[in-house]
């Protein structure tokens, strides 16, 4: 079996691009912050999801990317249990494990906060798409100090030769601090003669 790239899906700081061409740019006389700049994105492809915005950096990150690569993708010829995803990034969630333990820091001031330790696992980025596009295949996350395509594809080519996975959404989701980057495949399987 092998795979081939159905879509392509990379966001940048301040900047959207499907299949390599620039498709939104976000425009501010502001210093960049994240959270304007994910709100822009979410609004400027019209996505309806109430539930997006309870979520962490990295939650929106991930769904905003799937929400744009799959617009305008017919799933119906896959089921949903054979619609996987894959994704890397280097800091998994780091940026909510800070916030979540100054909520705990201070045994005098001690207000752990359950609506931040949701989002203290990548998983829960997952379970979000999952839960908007109802899918219901294998899903695996890895953390590693650089994006590794290579390791990426590899991943991918064994999963669609070791189970009934037919398409997979695949890639990059990092975010820290002031820098995200996210750049995700829509993967389908193909028989190789």
Request: proline share 3%; net charge negative.
């Amino acid at each position: 079996m092998d795979l081939t790239i159905l879509k392509k899906i990379e966001i940048d700081v301040g900047k959207v691009f499907v299949d390599n061409k620039l498709d939104f740019q976000f425009a501010s006389d502001e210093e960049f912050r994240i959270s304007k700049f994910l709100k822009a994105v979410y609004k400027n492809y019209g996505i309806k999801y109430p539930k997006y915005f309870k979520m962490d950096n990295l939650s929106k990150l991930g769904f905003l990317s799937a929400e744009i690569l799959l617009k305008d993708v017919d799933l119906s010829k896959h089921k949903v249990e054979n619609i996987a995803q894959i994704y890397i990034n280097s800091e998994s969630t780091f940026e909510t494990d800070e916030k979540f333990y100054e909520t705990v820091k201070d045994p005098g001031n001690f207000y752990p906060s359950p609506s931040i330790f949701v989002y203290t696992l990548p998983n829960i980025m997952m379970g979000e798409i999952s839960i908007r596009n109802g899918f219901k295949g294998e899903n695996t996350f890895y953390v590693s100090e650089k994006f590794d395509k290579d390791f990426l594809f590899d991943s991918v080519k064994t999963l669609f030769n070791n189970s009934k996975t037919t398409l997979c959404l695949a890639g990059w989701i990092d975010l820290n601090g002031y820098d995200l980057h996210s750049e995700v495949y829509l993967t389908q399987k193909i028989r190789v003669l």
